[in-house]
């Protein structure tokens, strides 16, 4: 049975953290090491229950039960003389000495409570970026070792969690502000009792970790150079988690020419905002400016006159608690109250633009648009564009503006550079698989949402002696 690891993957099995992210380049042997550290542990440490989970029951098949390495080639031999057996209709594997590895997934939120009874010894999460927080943290939570007996030379090395990602996924935001970002690679933290109390620590997975690769399929490296995109052969080939390979806006997406920094803004120019409603989820209000062709002073002196029609994001509030794709829980009311202010800071008149016709479901004869609407705060919308085929219509004309801003012939569509929140969560986000020209709904879009309502809009551009209004 071959169970050679690399140092850097030995580094994950025998690091005393207990909630590692192995994650970053393409052929790194995530999953190899998976299997490798699944069957060890099992084998020393009798009883030891371990849950591999995938999102998708047929990608668990794929990746970790068929071909040279997966779980059957590699326990032949245990199998063979009766030390290991596995049961494919259950999907689990079980060792002589009472060790178990189940093969789970957990494809919508739901499928989680089916784990709800489980004493999970060992957590592997296989393609971290596929779950949303929200699943992560119920089946972390499922973690204890109840009555398990461990040797000596494991103590405080269990329970624990491996996960390994590439770059990309819904799940990309949240993971790599749990595991990347917070600290330098390899430096181990303890987390605070409200992420989980639990030692965690980032390993960057290389190609280079997996030397067979090398060595069966020297070519595999040009292959990853042909994909033709550059932002693609980053992620898979590096592991650089500052991009997303297959974004929906990475090919058009370009902060050379899509971010500026703050200028004042024409007194022509025509100032809206547009609204993204939440409550468990982040809401979203954006502020934008519309060029009417006068030209504009930059920021550094220059002038430059944008298209007519070109579009800014030049205000942001956004209801996030500091942790990806998590709301406040505000009322409406307080949105208003804050919405009213930013209003006020921009000294300007500021006209309603559309929002998410949600906000305008009556319950109790009530609805947030009204109580947006009352005083003292009279924060008024339009309804956003809901006709069928409005969605993949309104991404591809913002798709199409932010490619045009690459220009100066078309209306383009640009960000401030002080909305960090819209420069956060906009070019990451990932395309949905299942529906052509959609985005994943998991990711964290309700600024996406929000730029779509405005881009979207067709005002009709009415003038008095010239004067747009």
């Not at 199998?79 to 093969?103: C, M, P, R």
């Not at 564009?385 to 309104?394: A, E, F, V």
Request: charged share 25%; net charge neutral.
């Amino acid at each position: 049975m071959d169970l050679s690891l690399h140092p850097r993957q030995s580094q994950a099995f025998l690091s005393e953290a207990t909630e590692i992210l192995y994650g970053g380049a393409a052929g790194g042997g995530k999953s190899h090491l998976m299997r490798v550290a699944s069957i060890s542990w099992c084998a020393a440490i009798a009883g030891l229950q371990v849950y591999i989970f995938r999102r998708l029951s047929d990608d668990l098949a794929k990746n970790h039960m068929e071909g040279p390495t997966g779980f059957p080639t590699l326990l032949k031999e245990w199998v063979d003389d009766g030390y290991a057996k596995i049961n494919y209709s259950k999907n689990f594997i079980e060792f002589w000495n009472g060790s178990k590895i189940f093969l789970c997934h957990c494809q919508y939120e739901k499928d989680k409570y089916k784990y709800q009874g489980a004493e999970i010894h060992v957590l592997i999460i296989d393609e971290l970026t596929h779950f949303t927080e929200t699943i992560y943290r119920y089946l972390r939570g499922r973690m204890r070792l109840g009555a398990l007996k461990v040797p000596a030379e494991y103590k405080g090395r269990f329970p624990r969690v491996i996960c390994g990602s590439n770059p990309g996924g819904a799940g990309h935001n949240w993971v790599k502000a749990a595991f990347v970002d917070p600290t330098p690679p390899m430096v181990v933290t303890r987390q605070t009792k409200k992420e989980g109390g639990l030692l965690r620590q980032y390993i960057p997975a290389k190609l280079d970790d997996n030397p067979t690769l090398a060595e069966s399929d020297p070519d595999y490296i040009d292959r990853l150079e042909g994909l033709g995109d550059e932002k693609l052969i980053r992620a898979m080939k590096d592991g650089d988690w500052d991009i997303v390979a297959g974004g929906m806006f990475d090919d058009v997406w370009s902060k050379e020419h899509q971010q500026l920094a703050p200028f004042e803004i024409p007194h022509s120019w025509r100032i809206d905002r547009s609204f993204d409603w939440g409550s468990t989820k982040p809401y979203a209000v954006l502020w934008f400016a519309e060029s009417d062709g006068t030209t504009a002073t930059l920021a550094d002196g220059t002038k430059r006159t944008f298209p007519r029609g070109s579009v800014f994001i030049v205000s942001e509030l956004y209801g996030w608690n500091g942790k990806p794709n998590e709301g406040t829980r505000e009322l409406a009311t307080e949105v208003a109250r804050k919405t009213r202010k930013h209003d006020l800071d921009m000294k300007r008149m500021v006209h309603p633009g559309p929002a998410d016709s949600a906000i305008y479901d009556t319950q109790n004869g009530v609805c947030i648009a009204d109580d947006m609407a009352r005083a003292p705060y009279f924060i008024r919308w339009t309804r956003a564009d809901k006709s069928p085929g409005s969605r993949k219509n309104g991404w591809e004309i913002m798709r199409k503006m932010l490619k045009q801003a690459k220009g100066n012939e078309l209306p383009g569509l640009y960000i401030f550079d002080t909305c960090r929140q819209t420069i956060r969560t906009v070019p990451v986000l990932p395309r949905n698989l299942d529906k052509d020209g959609d985005l994943d709904t998991d990711a964290e879009d309700h600024i996406a949402d929000v730029i779509r309502y405005r881009c979207s809009t067709k005002r009709k551009i009415m003038s008095v002696q010239g004067l747009p209004i």
